[in-house]
């Protein structure tokens, strides 16, 4: 089965007439990238906020190798999800290390193991840990942000990561570089990954399969980008 399925998943926000996502059902094979792509408020982040439970679905299934999330314990979630968002992810009084654990703190980790995943956290995202480990938030560059918040949401060691527009905020060579390095890094971790952006190239470049969504989240295609490519919906 897949890692992720989202069973007709829909989503009505509390005093809202229109639903934000309604009837998605979606599959993402264990070490893929998934892009959900489409325009803003068509319920991208939504739908990540769903997958780990930070909002309850109002119809519909999610299953995490075929457990519904709705029956699993929230620790082993947080363990299991790497989020990743588009800037302001970091909390500002904290610093970069302390940042990096917020997730094996949360599960009790021991300081000396704590200290010894955020030195190599740091050191997977490109970033001396050295120089790094130390600063706020507020002394970095957006790339560098956005290398603390993926470095951040692979705390625990996580099977599953929602990226929600992680490389949105940040100048286009920058931007580039990042995504480089992070496929990169996907080769050897083979997360199972959602990603979400509204921008259709880094969609192709990023995605083993992209879903392409209209209004209320409705798929108008899935597919790799090579057949995207070659059969774009037309209207
Ligand atoms: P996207 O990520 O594709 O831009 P969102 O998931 O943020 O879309 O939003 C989908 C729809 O749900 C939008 O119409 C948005 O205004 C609405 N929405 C998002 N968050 C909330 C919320 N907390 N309360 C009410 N409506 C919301
Ligand atoms: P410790 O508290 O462990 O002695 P420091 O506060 O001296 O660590 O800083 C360790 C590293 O973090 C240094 O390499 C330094 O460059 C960097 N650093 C600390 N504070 C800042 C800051 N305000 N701006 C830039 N870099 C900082």
Same mark, same amino acid.
């Given at each position: 089965g897949s890692k992720i399925h989202l069973d007709r998943v829909g989503k009505t926000y509390p005093g809202s007439k229109v639903p934000a996502v309604e009837e998605l059902t979606l599959d993402v094979p264990e070490g893929e990238i998934l892009v959900l792509v489409g325009p803003s408020g068509c319920g991208k982040s939504t739908t990540l906020r769903l997958i780990n439970r930070m909002i309850e679905p109002s119809t519909g299934r999610i299953l995490l190798d075929g457990e519904d999330v709705t029956r699993a314990n929230p620790d082993k979630l947080r363990r299991r999800i790497g989020y990743v968002i588009q800037q302001i992810g970091l909390f500002p009084h904290q610093t970069i290390a302390q940042n990096i654990a917020t997730v094996p703190k949360m599960l009790g980790w021991d300081k000396t193991r704590i200290q010894e995943r955020t030195t190599e956290l740091l050191t997977t995202v490109g970033l001396d840990p050295e120089q790094f480990a130390h600063r706020y938030p507020r002394e970095l560059s957006g790339g560098q942000a956005q290398r603390v918040g993926v470095a951040r949401a692979l705390g625990a060691d996580p099977d599953i990561m929602l990226m929600d527009?992680?490389?949105?905020?940040?100048d286009p060579i920058t931007r580039d570089r990042l995504q480089n390095e992070f496929l990169r890094l996907q080769a050897e971790l083979h997360k199972t990954i959602v990603f979400v952006t509204h921008d259709i190239d880094e969609a192709i470049k990023m995605g083993d399969r992209i879903a392409i969504l209209g209004e *209320?989240?409705?798929? *108008?295609q899935v597919d790799t980008p090579e057949r995207i490519l070659a059969y774009p919906v037309d209207d």
């Amino acid at each position: 089965g897949s890692k992720i399925h989202l069973d007709r998943v829909g989503k009505t926000y509390p005093g809202s007439k229109v639903p934000a996502v309604e009837e998605l059902t979606l599959d993402v094979p264990e070490g893929e990238i998934l892009v959900l792509v489409g325009p803003s408020g068509c319920g991208k982040s939504t739908t990540l906020r769903l997958i780990n439970r930070m909002i309850e679905p109002s119809t519909g299934r999610i299953l995490l190798d075929g457990e519904d999330v709705t029956r699993a314990n929230p620790d082993k979630l947080r363990r299991r999800i790497g989020y990743v968002i588009q800037q302001i992810g970091l909390f500002p009084h904290q610093t970069i290390a302390q940042n990096i654990a917020t997730v094996p703190k949360m599960l009790g980790w021991d300081k000396t193991r704590i200290q010894e995943r955020t030195t190599e956290l740091l050191t997977t995202v490109g970033l001396d840990p050295e120089q790094f480990a130390h600063r706020y938030p507020r002394e970095l560059s957006g790339g560098q942000a956005q290398r603390v918040g993926v470095a951040r949401a692979l705390g625990a060691d996580p099977d599953i990561m929602l990226m929600d527009e992680p490389f949105g905020a940040i100048d286009p060579i920058t931007r580039d570089r990042l995504q480089n390095e992070f496929l990169r890094l996907q080769a050897e971790l083979h997360k199972t990954i959602v990603f979400v952006t509204h921008d259709i190239d880094e969609a192709i470049k990023m995605g083993d399969r992209i879903a392409i969504l209209g209004e *209320r989240s409705m798929i *108008r295609q899935v597919d790799t980008p090579e057949r995207i490519l070659a059969y774009p919906v037309d209207d």
